[in-house]
């Protein structure tokens, strides 16, 4: 057995102080400002964001097919709780094949804006959009409404949240496939049309009250946060490599300038000139049509649906300024459970981290679709060392699943497992 002498221990410990605060005071501020997730920020325009009765509702509509026209087709579908609510696809394949990746939505409570684009800017007006959209669910909120109305659980629990709910069993009067486009819409009285719409915009405020539980888990980059605020830094909760990876990601390699804060993400709009997944459709427009789109939606959160289309939540939309670097750019996605969400890149493009880092690293490929593309990408030129350690950082951001719960359809509501 050896026996560590004074002297030795005394250097051991010089040698483990010395470890401990060679982390830079940035690297170690940057680690704080990412760590933990604090609950999503209020959402005053919708009144029933934090109402128990609202996310039940809103789990059920979530998980229940018969809000598609085909009847088959869910938010869980696309957003599947085992695949860190995404769906493993390069693009989403609900009633069509669609154009674009889809994102987990664990945290989404989180982002300004909706969309990779901004077109929305709440969760409650983004969870209207796949209902009526072809490619995704097909429905038509006159169907929708009148399915829930009819459906004694679903009704039910919708009258206990919001009052009442119109009488639309007049197919006469609120016709089949009634949404604002069709010819079906425009037959209806305007007051008819906004009942509908009313009880509509209900619903995706339910949606919205659930996805606020969605709340990523923690993660051992959050462990390893919490033991640095504690001053007991232990890096072993993390390993040397992935110490080694955050250092190079908050410092060297620049990836805080936009993957920074509790979501790893600033909220906002880059065009990092991926190349398009099909070189011949018409490029992203991004945020530039994304804005356009937000500003004539009749979903807005200072619009008529809004509970508080005078506070400042709402008021954002009309303040954010517009320019031409907006064009094609794509908001900066979360890298919390990035390592579950696979392919990346708004298209999917990249199949996996490591062909993520690589166009970091080399800019291969990098398309510059017009003059005003970003231009604070440079290649990195790391060593594949330095790339596997920043990739073992990233891993490290994957935390535990939402509770059990939350992850199936709730009980008394007569919808099954998708
Ligand atoms: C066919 C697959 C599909 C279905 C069905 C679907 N989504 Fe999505 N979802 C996507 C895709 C793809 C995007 C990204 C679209 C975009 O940004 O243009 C997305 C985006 C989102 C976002 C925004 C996330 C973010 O970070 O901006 C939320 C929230 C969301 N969906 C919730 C829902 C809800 C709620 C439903 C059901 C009412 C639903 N989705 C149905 C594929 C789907
Ligand atoms: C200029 C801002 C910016 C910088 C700097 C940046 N990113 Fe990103 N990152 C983005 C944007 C925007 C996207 C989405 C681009 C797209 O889909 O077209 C993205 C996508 C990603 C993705 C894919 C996520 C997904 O779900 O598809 C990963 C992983 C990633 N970045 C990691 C990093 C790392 C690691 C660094 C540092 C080497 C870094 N990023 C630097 C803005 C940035």
């Known amino acids: 057995m050896k026996y560590t002498t004074t002297a030795s221990l005394a250097a051991t410990l010089l040698a483990m102080q010395a470890s401990a605060s060679a982390m830079p005071p940035p690297i170690k501020r940057a680690a704080l400002s990412a760590s933990p997730v604090p609950q999503p920020p209020e959402n005053p325009t919708n009144r029933v964001a934090d109402d128990p009765a609202a996310q039940q509702l809103g789990q059920a509509l979530f998980f229940d097919p018969n809000l598609s026209s085909t009847r088959d087709v869910s938010c869980a579908t696309c957003h599947d709780p085992a695949r860190a609510f995404g ?5 989403a394949e609900g009633l069509q094949t669609g154009t674009v990746n889809t ?3 664990l945290g989404t409570a989180h982002h300004r804006w909706l969309f990779l684009d901004g077109r929305a800017d709440t969760l409650w007006s983004q969870a209207l959009g796949p209902i009526e959209n072809d490619l995704e669910m097909g429905g038509a909120r006159t169907d929708v409404v009148r399915y829930v109305a009819s459906t004694p659980h679903l009704a ?10 119109p009488d639309v069993s007049d197919e006469a ?6 949404r604002p486009g069709t010819p079906q819409w425009d037959a209806m009285t305007e007051q008819d049309r906004a009942a509908v719409t009313r009880s509509f915009v209900n619903l995706g405020k339910s949606i919205e009250a659930y996805e606020r539980l969605l709340q990523p888990g923690e993660s051992d980059f959050d462990r390893w946060v919490a033991s640095i605020r504690n001053e007991a830094r232990d890096d072993s909760i993390l390993g040397e490599a992935a110490v080694r ?14 993957h920074f804060g509790p979501m790893l993400s600033d909220l906002e709009f880059h065009d990092l000139g991926i190349p398009p997944r099909d070189p011949a459709a018409p490029p ?43 064009w094609g750019a794509i908001r900066t996605p979360t890298l919390r459970n990035v390592a579950h969400t696979a392919p990346y890149m708004h298209a999917g493009q990249f199949a996996t981290l490591s062909e993520v880092l690589q166009f970091y690293n080399t800019l291969d490929g990098q398309v510059r679709r017009h003059s005003h593309a970003e231009a604070v990408l440079v290649p990195l030129n790391l060593s594949d060392a330095q790339l596997a350690d920043l990739e073992t950082f990233v891993r490290t951001l994957s935390g535990d699943p939402p509770a059990d719960a939350l992850r199936h359809p709730p ?3 007569g919808i099954s497992e998708p």
Do not use: N
């Open 156 to 165: 039910r629990a919708f009258t206990e949240v919001f009052g009442s709910l």
């Open 284 to 326: 992203m427009q991004g945020r530039g049509g994304g804005y356009s789109k937000l500003r004539a939606s009749e979903f807005r959160a200072d619009g008529p649906w809004s509970d508080a289309a005078e506070s400042s939540k709402a008021r954002r939309a009309a303040a954010a300024r517009i320019g031409p670097e907006h």
């Open 87 to 91: 769906d493993g696809k390069a693009v």
């Open 411 to 413: 009980e008394g509501f």
């Open 103 to 105: 994102p987990t939505i």
């Open 173 to 178: 009067r609120f016709p089949e496939g009634a």
């Open 245 to 258: 990876g955050f250092t190079l990601f908050a410092g060297d390699a620049g990836c805080m300038r936009c």
